[in-house]
């Protein structure tokens, strides 16, 4: 991807959709260690892979057209503390 290229994509979004749904509809295939990023005035935050998304953007209201969403080719920094849940670090 050429620096500073983005590529906007719409996803339907169901009361089911989850942030992994939607980072699996966006990514490449056989692309790994993505995540999805929200964006507000300048504040950006990773969104769980188990986040409900209509939830989520419902609870903008009408602020949701102000916030924009990003595929970070990344690993999430919440996603990667997570791996290890259920064995003590």
């Known amino acids: 991807m050429i620096d500073g290229e983005q590529a906007l994509t719409e996803v ?3 009361p089911e959709t989850t942030c992994r749904d939607v980072v699996e509809f966006c990514k490449e295939p056989g692309e790994s260690g993505c995540h999805l990023a929200e964006v507000w005035h300048g504040n950006e935050r ?16 009408p602020r949701k ?3 924009k969403f990003y595929l970070r080719h990344e690993d999430s ?10 064995t003590p670090t």
Do not use: C, R
Request: proline share 9%.
């Open 77 to 86: 920094p919440t996603e990667s503390s997570d791996q290890g849940e259920n």
């Open 46 to 61: 990773a969104i769980p892979f188990d986040h409900m998304m209509y939830e989520h953007l419902q609870k903008w209201g």
């Open 12 to 14: 339907p979004i169901t």
């Open 65 to 67: 057209q102000e916030v």
